[in-house]
Structure formats: structure tokens, C-alpha cells
């Protein structure tokens, strides 16, 4: 089961350590470059390796890369064992495999060829494909190999049974991937799911409105887009079907899988929690603190869900109880993990070990090859093992031996380290002078003698006990010396540029520090015939804080604080205080943190039990709150800000806020107030004459948003989840656009509203999406009316879009809607009524604006709405053209609107 990161890694595959290179491979991301020529290269199976001739073929055949000798090795699930091996290049080769029956297709990263392995005649067929390094992926089914290259968006396809017959298509798509059935998904960069056979035609199967980091994976044969920007689910089978799911900001994006059934996985980064969610029902539940670190790979088999959660551990998860079962000890170099006819399969791709596990958990362990004199095809090797020459180690990088025929053969022992296991270091400790060394490593295996004596006198290394003083705190200072004893001793210690502060003759130093910042410590070593000298700078920190502190520099706190008024106070400009993931609570009253200064930071912790969590005097309210957990938890009510009168700028950065009871966030005049990729629950929030607003990337949950008398925020990708957005009385050019809406009353409502774009967001299952009422635009604003265009309307109980209630007789347009979708709104309209007393059910319903055709209307498609798909006052609409109703209950009113 193939895992997708949400945001591609690093494109540079030599650069990766293995596990990040095993992610990556098991990556498809795009479409391919192509440009093959047709010559042909057959490479024999192992001479005297494993049985010559046709095969036996059984089930649980699998075949596993092995980049270390550049071989394919197939193995035998069943009995735990390989049976056969194919070469795909000279030793260190690494690429991307994938197996349709008992045939594998592998494609050669460093060579952009592409090897067919037969498991019926242990042979291998490869013919060049692509330009070398520009290869993405390669897919396969019965009938086509399919080679994806993203960066030129392009496939080469070639027959699954020769490799011969090669085409190209382009392939604009941003990922691919393929189903059960043998055809392709693609996803476009316009959110297009679509669904084709590898030939010219594909037929569309539907529209997801998604961000930029939207992946998707195939729950059996139902494509689902995820997209961790707008915490959505998108399933495309049978009309789209939109859910959110528990994907918060600090994430920091997330990983997702799918299956051959109904479910597919969504890995929370950062909490650490694995969403098990059904394509048939379109729900996600959590599975939390099953790892520490991310899953490398996902698989199912028998009836159970199996992770790679660490470096050495797999979960064994029951999916339907969502608990886990057990953690299963790995060996750490088993980075792969992969199913064939339900026995799972663990491979270490760059070096023999390998294992087969049984489904109560046992480990049947075996080594692919073994590493023994001679080269390949050397009769003397006994079946089942293949040779591999001195140049024939396992290579991370994946790159070839530059000249593997050159190199002689020989007995090949490989240390942990060589496989990726890192050694272990050497062992200090300090003699009664107080001279620190390090104990020799031991000689490596298949040498003789001792090392060489150390003649030349060196300091390696100061050691500063405790690493991380603070001022007050003792610290000693001992040497890491090599070579022979000194006689003399000399320490130094000083401030950076600053006068000598302390000096001693004594192998080692101790002193106390009282001032933080950062000193020097020199130490210069002498004996009869040699000298040596040293000099290391370390960092004296501010002791811990306490309550009622005042901040003049970049403080970090170092425990939780709890205190009976203002906690802390920060005095100057451009200080960040770190809070350094600690908590400080308050007495439910007062504010947190008194601010006096300009362009200051609270960062990194979280706030609770205090009116407000920040509260500038009068010279700045120039504050940034960046990855806060800010709640009041049942104090008085307040602010989440308390500002003064001065104006500046207020920006909000990763938070979650949850403040209940808080009519505003902010108290006073700022000129501007943003918020980015933060989550905002069970609050209140009403901004008033602001002069600038932004909003970016953040869920609003139960939070209603009011914005009143002065320029209208910009509201660009965040997801309001029962919660209204009220704009009155705003003026000016502003932007609202890719946000879903959801679950209110009304979504949002634009009153006495002037020169807004609505453009390309979600309505989703709200009473009324989109409503527009009591135009009064000012003078100066009278060419620029509401737009509203390239939205969704979906599932809303009244209407999607309701106009009306225009309070002056304008002769000039007052709004735009054209070019949105409006699918099943209407249904269930609860007796809304207009003030003409005509119900409120349709796609868009316009009621009377005032004098002449002001709204203008024009190719928005409407489907399956509960009366009309437009429903307008005649004199009020100015029919653009190209609006279309399928499945509306009544068409369209007046039916010219509707073609």
C-alpha cells in the first residue's frame, strides 16, 4: 500500500538517508518524460545461483529488491526463503519496483531503464526509457507498463509483455495513481479526478475544491482527496461527498494511504494520530499515540492494519476497535514492508536481510544473498546464495560502483554501520588529574595488530559540566586530551570581547558564573617538547523565571508558572520570550503577559485562566502570538488581547484559541489584525473600524466572526465550521476565497457590503450559504459591485445564494453571480421565507433589489435544487446567458435564465 506525503520531500535522492529514500520511491507524485529507444538487453538468471529452467509458481511469491549486489531477489513467503534472482545493473543499483502476478517491473534511477523480471525463467528484459534521473515512478497492470515523470508531466507506456511498443502521452495531472481494475487516477492541479486506460481518452468522474497540498489515494476503487489545508475530505463515487476530518494547523502536514476495500488512512504529524476512515461513509475516527516518530509504510493483511511506527517497532492494529493489538520488534534495516496473496513481506532494499511475518506475530527471518568469494554465476556458490564482489556493499545513495568489474573479489564482513545501524561511540572517562580521553576503538574485524600510539599532544575537545548553565550555577570545566601527559596547565575565561574573568593552573576549572551570555573558556597545554591550545565558547542563560519577572532580552521559560496577577512583563523592543513548550496560568483575572515596547513575540507554550493572554500598553500594540494555546478556561471575561490606544499590528501565527464568553479578540484601535494557520473555538469574534484584516489557513469552529464598520477582511482558505461570517457596513477591494463554509445558519451574510470578490470557496450543508442583503455602497464605490463567481453550493437547506432587501432605487449593478455550481440546495427550507413572501428553496433565489436589472447572472450551473435552480424578481436580474438547471424540481424563473 503506497503512502503519500501531502507535501513532496526533497528531490534529491542522494541526499537521503534510507528510510527517507524508501519514502520517497514508494512516492507517486505526477506524470513522465519519455524518450526511449527501442533496443532490447537480455540478462541471463544466476548461473549455478538457483535452479536453472522454468520455475515452479505458487502464491506468496514476492519479488525484493536487493540494490546491494543490483539483483532482484524473488522469494517464497511460505517457506520464508529465496528461490531465485534476476540482475537489473551493477552493484548499488537502486530504482522503484512494483509486481503485477508474479512478474516484477523495475525501473533503474541512475540509467532511466526499465527491467521486466519473469519468475517462470529467472531472467530479466530491460530497455531504456527515460532521460537518466528525470524518471518519478512506474506503475503496471496485465496489459501496460506505465513510466510517470513529473517534472515533464509526461507517461511513457509500453507493453507489460515485451516492453516493446512504446508511446507518450502527456499527463498535466500533479499525481497518479493506478487502480485494481488496471486503469489510471489522476488528480489535476484544478482539483479534476479523473479516471483513463492509458489511452487518449479519460472521462472526468468529478471536481474536488481543494488547496495546493491536496493528495489522493483509492479506497478500492473510490477515489478520496485529502487536503490538510482545509481539513476536508473529498470521496468521489457517486456525486462528491465532503466531510471534514481532525487535521489541525501544527500538523505540519500529514500522511496518507489507501486500500484495496472501503477504508483509507490519514496520519496527523506532530500529534501522532492515525485517522481510520470509511469511503462508504465518508467519516474518519483516531487512533492516538501509537509512535512517536511517522510511519514509514501502511499494509492490511488479514483483517489487520500494520505500521512501521519506529525504527524498530510495527503496531499490529485492529481497525474496526481501533486499538493495538501488539508492537512487534523489527530489525531496524527492514525498511520496506509490503503484502502478496496476504503474507507480508519486510526487506531491507539495500542490503540481505529480510523476513516474512505470521499473523500471530512470529518473524520468520532469512538474508536474500550472502556475501562469499567469487563473483556472480560462481558454480561453487551452493543454491540459494549469490556472490557478490568487494565492490558489491549496500549503498544508501543508491548510486552504482563506478567500476564494479575492476574491483578483485573477497571475503566481504559488513559492521552494523555499513548497513545503516549506526556504531557505537567511544566510551569517556576521566582520570584522578581530571584529563579526560576516550577509550580506543576496538581494531576491525579481519585486521591485525594494534593501533599506532598517539605521539602528538591535542586538545579534542572542552567538556562543560553541566552543558547548559545558567547564572548561579557551579560549572566545571575538563579537557579531552590526546597524546602524552602535559605538565602544564593554563585556562582562560573571559566574556565574548570582553576582559579576562578567570584564570587557573589546575587540570580543571570550576567556577560560577553570575551574568548570563556567552564566554570563552582557552586552554593551553605544555609538556617538554610539545604545546597545545584550545578555545571554546558556550552560553551562560538568565536563570529560571518566576512570577512578576520583567523581559528586557530573548527569554526562554524554563518551567510552568502559576501566579496570582500578571505573570510576566516584557519592556523593549523586538524581544522574542519563548515559552518553550511550558504553561502559565493565571487567577482568572488580569492579563498574562503586560507588553511595553514595539515588535515584540510570545512564542512556543500555552496561556490559560487569565482575562486576557496579552495585553501592550499604549506605546505598541505591534505584538506577534505565534504557536500559542491561548484559553480563558473560565475566567472572568476579557480579551484575548487587551490593547491599548495606540496603532499598530496584531498577528496571530499557529495558535489555537479557545476563549469562551469573549465578545471581541481584541480591545482598543490596531491598524491590522492577521491570523494564520491557527484553529479558533467556542469564541466570539467581533472586529470593529480596523483598518486592515486578514485571515489565512485557519478553522473557525463554533466561532462566529463579525466584522463592522470599516475595510472588509481578506478571507483566503480557512474552513468555518458552525460558524457565521457577518460583514456590515464594509467598503474597499477585498478577496474571500478558497474557504468552505459549513454547518451555519446562514455561511455568509455581506450587509451594506461594497467592491467584495466571493470567489472559489465551498458552501457546504448550510441553512443559507451565501446571502447578500441591504446594498448602501458609498458614493466612490458605485463601479464595484459584489462578485461572486467559481463557487460551490452544496447541500444548503434554503438556498445557496439569496439576494434581496436593496434599500435605494441604484440603477447600476450591484452584484455578479456567474460561473458557480449549485447542487442540491433548497430541500429542506425550514419556511424561509423573502419579503415577498415566496419561499427560499432554490440554487439562487433573488428577491427584489430596488430598480432595474442590478443583479447579473450568467453561466452558474444548477442541479437537483429543492424548487428552481434560479429563482428571480424579473425586474431585478440581468440575464447573462449560459445558466443551465438539470434536476431541478421547476427549472428556472423566469425560464428564459435557464438554457
Not at 568469494?373 to 551452493?382: A, E, K, M, S, V
Request: aromatic content about 6%; overall charge negative; hydrophobic content about 35%.
Amino acid at each position: 500500500m503506497r503512502g503519500y506525503d501531502v507535501e513532496p520531500g526533497p528531490a534529491n535522492e542522494a541526499a537521503m538517508n534510507p528510510s527517507t529514500l524508501v519514502r520517497r520511491r514508494k512516492a507517486v507524485l505526477g506524470a513522465g518524460l519519455a524518450v526511449g529507444l527501442a533496443c532490447v538487453t537480455i540478462f541471463a538468471g544466476l548461473a549455478g545461483a538457483y535452479p536453472s529452467g522454468p520455475l515452479p509458481l505458487r502464491t506468496g511469491l514476492a519479488w525484493l529488491e536487493s540494490s546491494g549486489i543490483g539483483e532482484l531477489t524473488l522469494v517464497d513467503g511460505t517457506a520464508g526463503a529465496p528461490v531465485s534472482s534476476v540482475v537489473v545493473g551493477p552493484s548499488g543499483t537502486g530504482g522503484q519496483l512494483t509486481q503485477v502476478g508474479t512478474t516484477a517491473y523495475f525501473l533503474n534511477s541512475a540509467t532511466g531503464t526499465v527491467s521486466r523480471a519473469d519468475a517462470a525463467q529467472a531472467t530479466s528484459v530491460s530497455v531504456p526509457v527515460l532521460t537518466r534521473h528525470s524518471s518519478d515512478a512506474i506503475l503496471a497492470n496485465e496489459r501496460e507498463v506505465f513510466v510517470l515523470d513529473q517534472k515533464a508531466h509526461q507517461v511513457v507506456i509500453r507493453d507489460a509483455g515485451t516492453l516493446a511498443a512504446p508511446r507518450t502521452l502527456d499527463l498535466p495531472e500533479r499525481q497518479t495513481l493506478l487502480g485494481p481494475d488496471g486503469g489510471l487516477w489522476s488528480l489535476a492541479l484544478d482539483g479534476t479526478v479523473s479516471w483513463w486506460d492509458g489511452g487518449s481518452e479519460r472521462r472526468s468522474v468529478g471536481r474536488a475544491h481543494v488547496s495546493s497540498r491536496a493528495a489522493m489515494v483509492l479506497a478500492g476503487d473510490t477515489p478520496v482527496v485529502v487536503d490538510p489545508v482545509r481539513a476536508m475530505i473529498h470521496v468521489l463515487s457517486r456525486g462528491t461527498r465532503t466531510a471534514p476530518v481532525d487535521v489541525l494547523p501544527d500538523d505540519r502536514g500529514v500522511r496518507v494511504w489507501g486500500s484495496a476495500g472501503d477504508r483509507f488512512y490519514i496520519w496527523a504529524r506532530g500529534r501522532h494520530i492515525l485517522n481510520v476512515c470509511s469511503a462508504t461513509t465518508a467519516t474518519c475516527l483516531p487512533i492516538s499515540d501509537i509512535a512517536p516518530e511517522d510511519p514509514e509504510t501502511l499494509v492490511e493483511a488479514w483483517g489487520k492494519t500494520l505500521i512501521r511506527v519506529s525504527d524498530t517497532g510495527l503496531a499490529m492494529v485492529d481497525p474496526t476497535s481501533r486499538s493495538v493489538e501488539r508492537i512487534i520488534a523489527l530489525d531496524p534495516r527492514l525498511l520496506e514492508m509490503s503484502v502478496r496473496d496476504g503474507i507480508v513481506f519486510l526487506n531491507n532494499p539495500f542490503g540481505p536481510q529480510a523476513a516474512v511475518l505470521r499473523p500471530d506475530g512470529r518473524l520468520i527471518t532469512f538474508e536474500k544473498y550472502r556475501v562469499q568469494p567469487g563473483r556472480r554465476g560462481d558454480p561453487t556458490h551452493p543454491p540459494g546464495t549469490p556472490a557478490v564482489t568487494a565492490s558489491g556493499g549496500p549503498l544508501s545513495t543508491g548510486r552504482s560502483d563506478p567500476n564494479p568489474n575492476d574491483s578483485p573479489t573477497a571475503d566481504i564482513t559488513r559492521s552494523p554501520q555499513s548497513e545503516g545501524v549506526p556504531s557505537p561511540s567511544p566510551v569517556p572517562f576521566t582520570s584522578p588529574s581530571g584529563r579526560q580521553n576516550r577509550a580506543s576503538p576496538s581494531p576491525s574485524v579481519g585486521t591485525t595488530g594494534s593501533p599506532s600510539p598517539i605521539t602528538q599532544l591535542t586538545i579534542a575537545a572542552i567538556t562543560i559540566t553541566p552543558p547548559r548553565p545558567t547564572a548561579g550555577d557551579p560549572i566545571t570545566f575538563t579537557a579531552d586530551i590526546h597524546g602524552p601527559d602535559p605538565h602544564t596547565w593554563s585556562w582562560t575565561l573571559q566574556p565574548i570581547n570582553g576582559p579576562t574573568q578567570r584564570t587557573s593552573d589546575q587540570p580543571t576549572l570550576h567556577d560560577t558564573i553570575t551574568t548570563p551570555g556567552t564566554y570563552t573558556v582557552t586552554l593551553h597545554i605544555k609538556n617538554d617538547t610539545q604545546t597545545a591550545e584550545h578555545h571554546q565558547n558556550f552560553t551562560v542563560g538568565a536563570p529560571p523565571l518566576t512570577c512578576g519577572t520583567t523581559i528586557t532580552v530573548d527569554t526562554t521559560l524554563t518551567t510552568d508558572l502559576t501566579c496570582p496577577t500578571t505573570a510576566l512583563t516584557i519592556q523593549g523592543s523586538s524581544i522574542t520570550l519563548n515559552l518553550d513548550g511550558h504553561t502559565i496560568t493565571g487567577p482568572g483575572k488580569t492579563a498574562a503577559i503586560a507588553v511595553s515596547g514595539d515588535n515584540n513575540t510570545i512564542t512556543n507554550g500555552t496561556i490559560t485562566k487569565y482575562a486576557s493572554a496579552a495585553k501592550p500598553d499604549n506605546t505598541t500594540p505591534d505584538l506577534t502570538l505565534r504557536s500559542l494555546t491561548l484559553g480563558n478556561e473560565g475566567a472572568q471575561e476579557g480579551f484575548i488581547v487587551d490593547t491599548g490606544v495606540g496603532a499598530g499590528d496584531l498577528r496571530f501565527d499557529d495558535c489555537d484559541i479557545r476563549w469562551s464568553g469573549a465578545p471581541f479578540p481584541v480591545r482598543g484601535n490596531v491598524w491590522s489584525i492577521e491570523m494564520t494557520g491557527s484553529r479558533v473555538r467556542d469564541t466570539s469574534m467581533q472586529l470593529t473600524q480596523t483598518r486592515h484584516h486578514e485571515f489565512r489557513e485557519t478553522r473557525f469552529t463554533d466561532s462566529a466572526l463579525t466584522v463592522t464598520s470599516g475595510s472588509p477582511p481578506r478571507l483566503i482558505g480557512n474552513t468555518f465550521t458552525r460558524s457565521p461570517v457577518f460583514m456590515a457596513t464594509v467598503f474597499g477591494n477585498s478577496e474571500i476565497s478558497g474557504n468552505i463554509f459549513t454547518g451555519a445558519g446562514t455561511g455568509l451574510i455581506l450587509q451594506d457590503a461594497w467592491g467584495i470578490s466571493v470567489t472559489a470557496n465551498h458552501f457546504l450543508n448550510n441553512g443559507i450559504g451565501l446571502e447578500l442583503n441591504r446594498f448602501l455602497p458609498q458614493q466612490n464605490d458605485l463601479a464595484h459591485p459584489i462578485v461572486v463567481q467559481s463557487n460551490h453550493f452544496d447541500d444548503n437547506r434554503a438556498a445557496g445564494v439569496y439576494v434581496h432587501d436593496a434599500r435605494a432605487p441604484f440603477t447600476f449593478r450591484l452584484a455578479t453571480i456567474t460561473n458557480n455550481w449549485l447542487n442540491h440546495n433548497g430541500r429542506d427550507y425550514g419556511g424561509t421565507m423573502d419579503e415577498q413572501e415566496k419561499a427560499v428553496d432554490d440554487g439562487i433565489h433573488i428577491a427584489p433589489t430596488g430598480h432595474g436589472p442590478t443583479v447579473f447572472v450568467a453561466g452558474n450551473e444548477m442541479s437537483g435544487n429543492g424548487d428552481r435552480g434560479i429563482e428571480a424578481d424579473p425586474d431585478s436580474v440581468d440575464n447573462g446567458g449560459n445558466n443551465t438547471s438539470s434536476g431541478d424540481e421547476n427549472g428556472c424563473y423566469p425560464d428564459t435564465l435557464c438554457g
